[in-house]
């Protein structure tokens, strides 16, 4: 199928228009997936994110939506988020429209697994305590 939108940018992402996006008549299936920060990582409590990304980030991100679009033949959309982040915060956002739920379902879990491989962004976590570190890398 198709890319119909892939990004990188600082703002809040809005999935309902990535939604929009991607559905056609066609469809009976939307699939969409939101990273959201958590207050716990490893055990540990984590209370702000700061993700930073490589200059060629965003034309990763199309390219990687593009080869599972080519691979699953689903429609697809992906916006990744960086900049200072809290608990709660969207982080991720990908979606899958298809005609049937298990192609939608797989392709946007594969989408998800492959920008966390391939997408060069990285995720600095912070405490409470004042602490913070690199995550992933």
């Known amino acids: 199928m198709t890319?119909?939108?892939?990004?990188?940018?600082?703002?809040?992402?809005?999935a309902d228009t990535l939604e929009a996006l991607v559905l056609s008549s066609?469809?009976?299936?939307?699939?969409?997936?939101?990273?959201v920060v958590r207050e716990l990582d490893g055990g540990r409590e984590v209370n702000a994110l700061d993700?930073?990304?490589?200059?060629?980030a965003a034309r990763i991100l199309r390219e990687t939506c593009e080869s599972v679009a080519a691979e699953t033949g689903v429609t697809l959309a992906a916006v990744h988020r960086v900049g200072a982040l809290t608990v709660g915060d969207v982080a991720l956002v990908a979606v899958a429209a298809s005609p049937h739920r298990g192609d939608a379902f797989a392709a946007c879990q594969l989408l998800v697994d492959r920008i966390k491989v391939e997408v060069p962004i990285w995720k600095k976590q912070h405490y409470p305590d004042g602490e913070s570190d690199w995550v992933g890398l």
Request: charged share 20%.
């Open 3 to 14: 890319v119909v939108h892939a990004d990188v940018t600082e703002t809040p992402i809005d």
């Open 26 to 35: 066609t469809d009976g299936a939307l699939v969409t997936f939101r990273g």
């Open 51 to 56: 993700y930073s990304s490589h200059p060629d």
